[in-house]
């Protein structure tokens, strides 16, 4: 399908942004906002643009943004207060079609198909969104348009802040030929790496091999490369009511029976699940594991909660009693995988009077950050035993 339908709609600066607008006297100053801590050993959550100017960006240690810019106002995050905002932003774009992803607390894909007689073409839709954020938050909120997902995040990131940019079907090879190889998603340093000793730097490198050459040298990575690298993406947008459970698994190259290993794995496949809970809101109250060992034989085991999480601690003690209760790692594993079901929204699950607050804080700085700068780029102490796989 070849029709613009797709948006990709980004807040600019959004933490910054909020605290600018909160208090004047910060308009036009180098707003950073702290991560989990404002001490030297905390990380910049968001930098506003006049910060940004000076080298400072989302996940740099407070030590060095405050090197870089010492003049610079350094707050606190309020997520409280920036979930109140984002609230009044999704009601925005839910006005304009029922097919919103969520990805974040500041990030959507829209598929506006079918709604041109109400309110116009895509590119009428994106500038009349643009205009009521404007006016009813006072922010501004960058924009994409194109024909699939992938396009239309690299277009709304193109002319940041307050930004409208269009890819049609006819200028997707010229804007893919000059594209940084790890502006694709997928592609991390680690994997950046790898496809320069080829001398693979630009979407465009890519090209000249084929889909079984990719395959063959990157499996599923080299597979989903072929495919973005030119522009090409399939997914569909989803609202939060069609998300049934949200799982990961991985298939091992080699059969492995050090739990460890295992576990370390484990957790890095439980804040996958984690982040995919937290960016659509939503919680479950049912924890499920998959194992299947070399002769392919495959089991499933599950956990009903009396209260719904979405925090990737609780994800993965839960996941992980399950496989050591149930004898699971008694040999090697092929395969092993882990999700959650059961979904309610945030908010309308039972609540837990014994939670910690910093627990959810932490998850949601860390995710942010995530979502900035890739998934590997930061993550709790535990999944270094991978070395960043």
Not at 205 to 223: C, F, H
Not at 259 to 278: G, Q, T
């Amino acid at each position: 399908m070849s029709k613009l339908h797709i948006l990709h709609a980004d807040m600019d600066a959004f933490f910054s942004a909020v605290e600018q607008r909160e208090n004047p006297e910060l308009q036009k100053k180098p707003v950073i906002v702290g991560g989990v801590s404002l001490s030297n050993r905390g990380v910049v959550s968001t930098a506003s643009y006049e910060a940004r100017k000076f080298g400072v960006h989302s996940a740099m240690p407070i030590a060095k943004a405050k090197k870089l810019c010492p003049a610079g106002i350094y707050l606190p995050a309020r997520h409280g207060l920036y979930k109140k905002v984002s609230g009044e932003i999704f009601a925005i774009l839910k006005k304009y079609t029922p097919l919103v992803e969520k990805l974040s607390i500041d990030e959507a894909f829209l598929d506006v198909k079918g709604c041109e007689r109400l309110y116009g073409d895509s590119i009428e839709i994106a500038e009349k969104i643009k205009a009521e954020v404007k006016q009813k938050t006072d922010l501004t909120i960058s924009i994409g348009v194109s024909i699939n997902k992938f396009l239309a995040k690299l277009a709304s990131d193109y002319d940041k802040p307050d930004g409208l940019t269009v890819i049609r079907k006819k200028d997707i090879k010229e804007f893919m030929r000059n594209l940084d190889i790890d502006k694709i998603w997928g592609v991390g340093d680690v994997f950046a790496a790898k496809l320069a000793e080829k001398k693979i730097y630009k979407a465009s490198d890519i090209w000249p091999y084929s889909l079984e050459e990719l395959k063959k040298s990157y499996g599923k990575a080299g597979v989903k490369l072929f495919f973005l690298s030119r522009g090409i993406d399939n997914r569909d947008v989803k609202s939060q009511n069609e998300i049934k459970s949200v799982s990961h698994e991985e298939t091992f190259g080699e059969n492995i029976s050090d739990r460890d290993k295992l576990f370390a794995y484990l957790f890095k496949m439980s804040e996958k699940v984690s982040f995919r809970l937290h960016s659509n809101s939503i919680k479950g109250a049912t924890i499920f594991i998959k194992v299947r060992y070399s002769d392919f034989s495959t089991y499933s085991r599950q956990q009903s909660l009396k209260v719904a999480v979405n925090s990737s601690e609780e994800i993965y003690q839960r996941a992980k009693n399950l496989l050591i209760q149930n004898n699971l790692l008694d040999k090697p594993l092929r395969l092993l995988g882990i999700g959650v079901s059961n979904l309610c929204l945030e908010g309308q699950e039972q609540l837990n009077l014994f939670a910690e607050a910093n627990e959810d804080q932490l998850d949601q700085t860390i995710d942010e950050l995530k979502r900035k700068y890739g998934f590997n780029k930061i993550s709790r102490a535990r999944k270094l035993y991978l070395n960043n796989d």
